[in-house]
């Protein structure tokens, strides 16, 4: 399979607490997306990360990659009940084909 | 601006039956694609397309066809449905440029879900 794998499948904790994910891929990339999706919504983008970057900040979140171990890991600091969501990592595959792969997700419960 | 917009929203079909599922988007982004989301399994690339005219596979294209006859619309039809069929289809259109800078971004709809008896 060309997806990504994320890690855990599944998170749970307390409202102030951090949250991290992680996500694992097997081609070489140029850059790496995060996204958010709420319950019965669609996805939202977060946050890009370029192959020359290793951490990137957009407010609460933090993101690194590493392309020597093809990973990476979104961490979201100061967790809230609202970030309550499934989180996926996205990747380019196949060069510059335009085709776009997803990880399986992680499930983040933040508990008030 | 409306972003990406999927019709129908809610869909239920005998096993054999054809249907269109519509994505129109109206941000005049090149690349489209179609997900398929089942549970446990993330989101899967069905189709996709680099622009107007243009169409090609992904992940899981078995059963499926496109059609990107106007660079707003991006078509996917079921020829002939199957109960494996039943899923919650994602239409997305990336934006490339931000002030001159590349995002890759993805914009979503809102789904379609889909179940074939």
């Known amino acids: 399979s060309q997806q990504g794998e994320e890690d855990p499948q599944a998170l749970s904790i307390q409202e102030g607490e951090n949250a991290t994910m992680n996500c694992s891929y097997k081609t070489s990339i140029n850059n790496l997306q995060w996204y958010r999706q709420n319950s019965g919504r669609g996805l939202v983008h977060l946050i890009l990360i370029r192959s020359n970057e290793r951490e990137k900040h957009s407010g609460r979140l933090r993101v690194t990659l590493d392309t020597s171990k093809k990973s990476s890991s979104l961490l979201i600091t100061a967790s809230r009940a609202a970030d309550t969501a499934s989180y996926f990592c996205?990747?380019?595959?196949?060069?510059?084909?335009?085709?776009?792969?997803f990880g399986q997700g992680t499930t983040l419960q933040v508990k008030p | 601006n409306a972003g990406v917009t999927q019709t129908p929203k809610f869909r239920v079909l005998k096993t054999g039956q054809s249907m269109t599922l519509l994505c129109a988007q109206d941000m005049n982004h090149e690349y489209m694609y179609w997900y398929r989301q089942d549970p446990g399994m993330g989101l899967r690339l069905i189709h996709y397309s680099v622009g107007e005219g243009t169409t090609a596979k992904g992940e899981v294209p078995d059963g499926y066809n496109v059609s990107r006859l106007k660079k707003q619309n991006f078509l996917l039809g079921l020829e002939s449905a199957a109960p494996s069929q039943t899923s919650v289809y994602f239409c997305?259109?990336?934006?490339?440029?931000?002030?001159?800078?590349?995002?890759?971004?993805?914009?979503f709809g809102e789904g379609s879900r889909l179940t074939v008896l």
């Open positions: 996205a990747f380019p595959s196949g060069g510059n084909t335009g085709k776009l792969i």
């Open positions: 997305a259109s990336r934006r490339d440029l931000l002030a001159g800078v590349y995002t890759g971004e993805l914009f």
